[in-house]
Structures are given as structure tokens and as C-alpha cells.
């Protein structure tokens, strides 16, 4: 039972122009989520994140929405560069009434190309 | 400073065979996890080590998964009788603190299991 999905598997977008990266969740406990990206042979290095009682979180390039109704958040970045071509994940957390310790539930994650 | 190791980078076993998975956290990180990621699957968690307390061993698959953490520092791995099924990326993370989910987590480049 897949709790927290990413559907495309791949995206590709010209350099300069919005990367849209997308996340469904299932589980209405996840309150908390974040977005990771991980290029080849590397780990996954956390980018941003959101709490539940936020719909919007923005760091330079990078922006997260929440939509908690539709149980459905988005990464854009704008713009697009190169250099952020890689694997992005989403990820939840459910903070288990207050004893959550970062056990996180993570998406397939999407391959982003940004093309120069 | 150093990130998170682990090693080896890749392992390739035959059905059957025990293999052992190291990590080594950053320094003074108190809290540490491992993952793994299955072809085209998000990245599954296994086990959480905090301190000195008692593991999280909730997500290990089955009984011959184990882990271990000595001193509160390095991690070892163990998959015994290895089955083709374990083919995956182990990786590993640690963060600072508690391990909240604002906590960042920092991972590893993972090791590449492959058992023929």
C-alpha cells in the first residue's frame, strides 16, 4: 500500500522555464512533508518542507505547496536550472501523536531533466 | 566535516549468503536510520536507533534482517540468507537530535546489494 505517490516518473523542462513536481498522499495522519533530491550515487539531500498548518513555503528557486483537502502537494522551481536536474522525492511524516521521530514514508521519487 | 559513510558501495552475494552493511553517522549525531529502495520503489524505511534507547525495528521486513549500533555510533546492517527479493539500495541516514521530522535528516550514498 503505497501511503505517499509521485505518478510521473519522469519530467523534462527547458532551462529557465517552472519544473513542477508532483505528490499524492493517502494517510490524513501525515503532518509534516519535504522534498529530498539525490543525484547519482549520492544520498538524498533534503531541499524543503511544509507543515500541515501551512499551504505554502517558499526557499529561493524552490517553492512547496500543500493542498490538504486534495491530498496533494507540489514542488516548483522556478527557474529551472541544469544543475537541478536529478531524482526527486517526496516524503510525509505522521508525527504519531506528538512521539514522531522523523519516520519518514517516501514517494517512488521523479527524474527531473532540465535541458539547457 | 565528514558526512555519512557507508560501505561497501556495493555488494553482490549469492542466494543464500549472510552479508553485513556498515554505516558510520556524523559525528555526534544521535539519532540514526536506515532505508532501503527497491527497484522503482520510494525509499522504505527499516529501523531507527536513538541513543541509548531501544530500536525501532518495526520496518525490518523479516526475521532475517537485524541491526545493531555499538557506542551510539557506527551501524552494522545484517541480512542473513540472502534472498533475490533483497536486491536493493540500503542506505542510511542520521540526524542531529531527537530525530523529529524537522530534524534533518543526512543520508549516505547507500550500498547496492544484488543477490544472484
Known amino acids: 500500500d503505497q501511503q505517499v505517490k509521485q505518478n510521473s516518473p519522469s519530467l523534462s523542462v527547458q532551462e529557465g522555464r517552472i519544473s513542477i513536481l508532483n505528490c499524492d498522499y493517502t494517510?490524513?495522519?501525515?503532518?509534516?512533508f519535504l522534498w529530498y533530491k539525490k543525484y547519482p550515487a549520492e544520498g538524498p539531500t533534503f531541499l524543503i518542507s511544509?507543515?500541515?498548518?501551512?499551504d505554502k513555503n517558499e526557499d529561493g528557486r524552490f517553492t512547496v505547496f500543500l493542498n490538504k483537502s486534495a491530498k496533494h502537494l507540489s514542488l516548483h522551481i522556478v527557474p529551472s536550472q541544469p544543475g537541478d536536474s536529478a531524482v526527486y522525492f517526496c516524503?510525509?511524516?505522521?508525527?504519531?501523536?506528538?512521539?514522531?521521530?522523523?519516520?519518514?514514508?517516501f514517494g517512488q521519487g521523479t527524474i527531473l531533466t532540465v535541458h539547457p | 566535516g565528514a558526512g555519512v559513510s557507508q560501505s561497501p558501495s556495493n555488494k553482490v552475494t549469492e542466494k543464500g549468503k549472510d552479508v553485513e552493511l556498515r554505516c558510520d553517522p556524523i559525528?555526534?549525531?544521535?539519532?540514526l536510520y536506515w532505508y532501503r529502495q527497491s527497484l522503482g520503489q520510494g525509499l522504505e524505511f527499516l529501523i531507527y536507533?536513538?541513543?541509548?534507547?531501544?530500536?525501532?525495528k518495526s520496518g525490518l521486513p523479516s526475521d532475517r534482517f537485524s541491526a545493531e549500533r555499538t557506542g551510539g555510533s557506527v551501524s552494522t546492517l545484517t541480512i542473513q540468507r540472502t534472498q533475490q527479493e533483497d536486491s536493493a539500495v540500503y542506505l542510511c541516514?542520521?540526524?542531529?537530535?531527537?530525530?523529529?521530522?524537522?530534524?534533518?535528516?543526512?543520508f549516505g550514498p547507500g550500498t547496492r546489494l544484488t543477490v544472484l
Open positions: 541516514a542520521s540526524s542531529r537530535t531527537s530525530g523529529g521530522p524537522t530534524d534533518t535528516q543526512y
Open positions: 511544509i507543515s500541515s498548518i501551512k
Open positions: 494517510n490524513s495522519m501525515f503532518d509534516y
Open positions: 516524503a510525509a511524516d505522521d508525527n504519531a501523536g506528538g512521539t514522531s521521530y522523523g519516520k519518514l514514508t
Open positions: 536507533f536513538q541513543g541509548n534507547s531501544a530500536p525501532d
Open positions: 559525528s555526534g549525531h544521535t539519532a
